[in-house]
């Protein structure tokens, strides 16, 4: 509502609001945003589930291969952003130095401009896909044995097992990995931050990086609505989609 | 047995709940006092500050008497820096050696990043009143956003600052008061080129665009980048913008005024939108590396001392990275003004250096003040000079520069000389939008023509002036 320093502030009603909503490099953040948060909650979900069930039955290296998946979510985030960044270099990058061992001329990962966001929304992914994982073993182990069983008596395969049985009813899992990726893919800012800092130009900024950079320039004010609209946006996203998660559980 | 079993059973559970009840009692009690142990790890942490200062100069008082040289004073002071971490240090290093030696003032380097990052760490260290007692920083329009009449020390009146030349002067000022002293050498935006592959393909300095295009075509034809990119540190991007200030100032002398008072914009005025053109030119015309969106600077200096890039528009103080790093090579590395339409209006821009501002919040600044006297002095240059070799003309009265200066600070020093030059945007107005960087990196990658750019960075930059409050935006 002001435009204000440290010291000094004037009263200037809405025009925060609006100079941030109006101008293209401020409101690009709007589509990344969701873009980023979409995508990266729904791709964790699907492998966080898949890798879930798989770490689930009986294989030999189960532990193993379940702290391996995991490993991942140890590191920094910053030190992940940082080694990718060198990795996805276009000529020296160990990404595109492997792909040309077998003949293949690797794209610019995060220098072009489309394929930028999609590459920082990769790496998002298989840095958290591990607590997702994580959260999948623990609903899918608290389903009762008695449910297997009784499907088995009737019949059923491990495809009808895995539909009708660990799929419903893992909901209550599934629905946390959703709520809790998703607010995370809303404000992040690490993670872009220390690969593209939201270039090249602003085609992978998102609104907590543009807030920032807001907020570095000075611009107190409009920084402070920045981070009003990101708390008003993932507010009207997060909680309907709760409650909507929350009604569509199956009990046990 | 059932009865005696249950009995025995209830016994059991009646332990067990006098057992919780004190174990609740004992979690009760060990939350408290981690609670209290948190909050007096706190307080201790404020009161240790305050006490810190005079215990730093305990030891150092019997320091002052081991120390026999008449010229230091008894006590032993300690000076903190702070400073960014892409700066050459070498010269600064010497001024401090020498300082030591003379006033018994030792100075502490406190390292921070570069660019917007560093900004912040500036910011809000002053904000928070826990700025280094030296603060080194640009001057001109970033030295305006520190709000320099609450956070520096006032050096109007200094006797020392006689020695500034007045055009550095004000770059430092906010209200007619003095606030920094310079803390490097002039430096000069432009052209960087490796000498030995011009005189390889037979080139010569062009003196217009057209020129330096033709030049890159042929550079281009030998297989070589002709122009090095490296936005990956995006502030590089914006050199051939800003680096072309001296031709617009050539064609519209009172752009700087009109712009700061809102009256001209880079969208309709043809020689600033040139440079956004040119930028943009460079590109299109594939003399750039392929991977100039991945290069940082230091790989670009590498990319031209090496040779295998030829042209790098960039600050002409670079020399001292390539010579810290390329010792051998830094003798090939030239330098030009990025060259106008015509060729009879050929000249340079330049930026003011940084400044060196002293902290209101520093307990010693009567020892700051001697620091920075020594400084601008002619032992403070000789001092730097015998560490690193000066980038360019010192901003200092009186102060020359040794013969065996690099090559490409000689091509710098012709155009002072000459007097063809002119200060950068920058200097001249407190103006300059945050965006800039990231406008340049996209009309230096062919993602927006110049004349949107050019719009998009006068919106910028009116957000800009109307967030800090400038008069008539």
């Not at chain 2, 709940?17 to 007096?40: D, H, P, Y």
Request: aromatic residues 12%; glycine residues 8%; contains cysteine.
């Amino acid at each position: 509502m002001t435009r204000w320093t440290l010291t000094d502030w004037q009263f200037i009603g809405f025009e925060n609001y609006i100079t941030f909503l109006s101008e293209p490099s401020l409101n690009i953040g709007f589509r990344n945003t969701i873009i980023y948060a979409v995508l990266t909650c729904g791709l964790k979900v699907i492998f966080g589930f898949l890798l879930g069930t798989f770490l689930c039955t009986n294989i030999k290296t189960k532990d193993y291969l379940r702290s391996v998946v995991f490993f991942p979510n140890l590191l920094s985030t910053i030190a992940v952003g940082v080694a990718f960044g060198s990795m996805m270099h276009p000529s020296q990058g160990l990404i595109n130095k492997a792909l040309a061992a077998v003949g293949i001329i690797g794209p610019d990962w995060l220098g072009n401009t489309k394929l930028a966001l999609l590459s920082v929304i990769f790496v998002d992914v298989w840095k958290g896909v591990g607590v997702a994982t994580v959260i999948f073993i623990a609903g899918i182990m608290s389903i009762p044995q008695q449910y297997y069983e009784a499907l088995m008596i009737d019949g059923g395969g491990s495809f009808e097992k895995f539909w009708h049985i660990t799929l419903p009813l893992s909901r209550p899992a599934m629905n946390s990995v959703i709520i809790l990726a998703l607010i995370g893919g809303l404000r992040s800012f690490d993670l872009i931050w220390t690969m593209t800092k939201g270039g090249p130009g602003f085609t992978t900024d998102l609104i907590a990086s543009i807030i920032y950079k807001q907020y570095a320039a000075g611009f107190y004010g409009l920084s402070t609505a920045g981070n009003v609209i990101l708390f008003i946006i993932v507010s009207i996203i997060a909680f309907p989609l709760y409650r909507f998660l929350t009604k569509s559980e199956v009990d046990l | 047995m059932v009865q005696s079993y249950r009995s025995s059973n209830k016994t059991i559970y009646k332990e067990d709940a006098c057992m919780s009840k004190t174990r609740k009692k004992i979690k009760k009690m060990v939350a408290l006092i981690s609670c209290v142990a948190m909050l007096i790890a706190v307080f201790p942490g404020c009161a240790n500050q305050k006490t810190a200062a005079p215990d730093k100069n305990a030891p150092a008082q019997s320091d002052g008497t081991q120390n026999q040289t008449p010229a230091a004073p008894d006590k032993k002071v300690t000076l903190t820096l702070l400073i960014g971490n892409q700066t050459t240090l070498d010269g600064l290093k010497g001024v401090m050696e020498a300082i030591e030696k003379k006033y018994n003032i030792a100075t502490e380097i406190e390292l921070r990043p570069g660019g917007a990052e560093g900004d912040n760490v500036v910011k809000t260290r002053l904000a928070t009143g826990d700025m280094a007692d030296l603060c080194f920083y640009n001057s001109g329009s970033l030295f305006q956003v520190l709000n320099p009449e609450q956070n520096f020390v006032d050096l109007t009146n200094e006797p020392f600052m006689s020695n500034v030349l007045d055009f550095f002067k004000s770059t430092v000022s906010a209200n007619e008061k003095v606030y920094g002293i310079p803390a490097n050498t002039v430096m000069s935006g432009g052209w960087l080129y490796n000498k030995k592959v011009y005189a390889e393909l037979g080139l010569s300095v062009p003196k217009t665009w057209d020129e330096l295009l033709a030049n890159c075509e042929k550079i281009k034809g030998a297989g070589k980048t002709a122009v090095i990119g490296s936005y990956k540190d995006d502030w590089t991007s914006q050199l051939i913008l800003l680096a072309d200030y001296f031709n617009v100032q050539a064609q519209v002398p009172n752009f700087a005024a009109d712009y700061t008072a809102n009256k001209a914009k880079f969208a309709t005025t043809p020689a600033a939108l040139r440079g956004f053109e040119k930028l943009y030119e460079i590109n299109k015309k594939g003399y750039m590396n392929k991977d100039f969106l991945a290069t940082t600077y230091d790989a670009a200096l590498k990319m031209l001392a090496e040779g295998t890039g030829v042209h790098y528009p960039m600050l002409s103080t670079s020399v001292s990275n390539i010579e810290a790093n390329f010792p051998d090579k830094v003798n090939d590395i030239g330098f030009f003004a990025q060259p106008g339409d015509s060729a009879d209006k050929n000249g340079l821009t330049v930026w003011t250096p940084e400044g060196i501002y002293i902290s209101k919040n520093s307990k010693n600044i009567e020892a700051a003040k001697k620091w920075a006297e020594f400084f601008v002095s002619q032992e403070g240059i000789a001092a730097y000079v015998s560490k690193q070799k000066p980038g360019g003309p010192f901003a200092i009265k009186g102060a020359t520069l040794p013969d065996d200066v690099f090559p490409a600070v000689k091509d710098v020093i012709q155009y002072f000389d000459a007097g063809n030059t002119a200060p950068a945007l920058e200097f001249l107005s407190p103006i300059k939008g945050p965006n800039l960087p990231q406008i340049c990196v996209e009309v230096g990658s062919g993602l927006k023509a110049p004349s949107v750019a050019a719009q998009e960075y006068d919106r910028d930059v009116e957000k800009q002036a109307k967030q800090l409050g400038f008069p008539g935006w």
